[in-house]
Nanobody, 130 residues
Framework: QVQLVESGGGLVQAGDSLRLSCAAS????????MAWFRQAPGKEREFVAA???????????YYADSLKGRFTISRDDARKTAALQMNSLKPEDTAVYYC????????????????????WGQGTQVTVSS
């Protein structure tokens, strides 16, 4: 598996934007499905977004229904990074955001669960004040 390091979290006001980045080690980054999860205090880790591994220069993206339109996941295989652009942030977006990766996953990631991913970053805190 790969080693993952997230960055880009911070304290922002409602309505602001943040861009999280996930840097990966290893030589076969393009073979890995990537995802973002988040965990708020006292709550379970929940799915945010996922992007499939790169095949024939094509990726598919999936989002939690409640976040569609505000969050965008992307990847740069040459730089071995994945990103999560978060716009129009709300206080309820406050959580620790985790990057995850796994090379066993196919293209159906709409129902991705934490247990599906074998590699995790340490998390980055996002706090949105009202």
């Amino acid at each position: 598996q790969v080693q993952l390091v997230e960055s880009g979290g911070g304290l922002v006001q409602a309505g602001d934007s943040l861009r999280l980045s996930c840097a990966a080690s290893g030589r076969t980054f393009s073979d890995y499905a990537m995802a973002w999860f988040r965990q708020a205090p006292g709550k379970e880790r929940e799915f945010v977004a996922a992007i499939t591994r790169t095949a024939r220069k094509t990726n598919y993206v999936y989002y939690a229904d409640s976040l569609k339109g505000r969050f965008t996941i992307s990847r740069d295989d040459a730089r071995k990074t994945a990103a999560l652009q978060m716009n129009s942030l709300k206080p309820e977006d406050t959580a620790v955001y985790y990057c995850a990766a796994d090379r066993r996953l196919g293209t159906q990631l709409a129902a991705a669960k934490p247990a599906d991913f074998g590699s995790w970053g340490q998390g980055t805190q996002v706090t949105v004040s009202s």
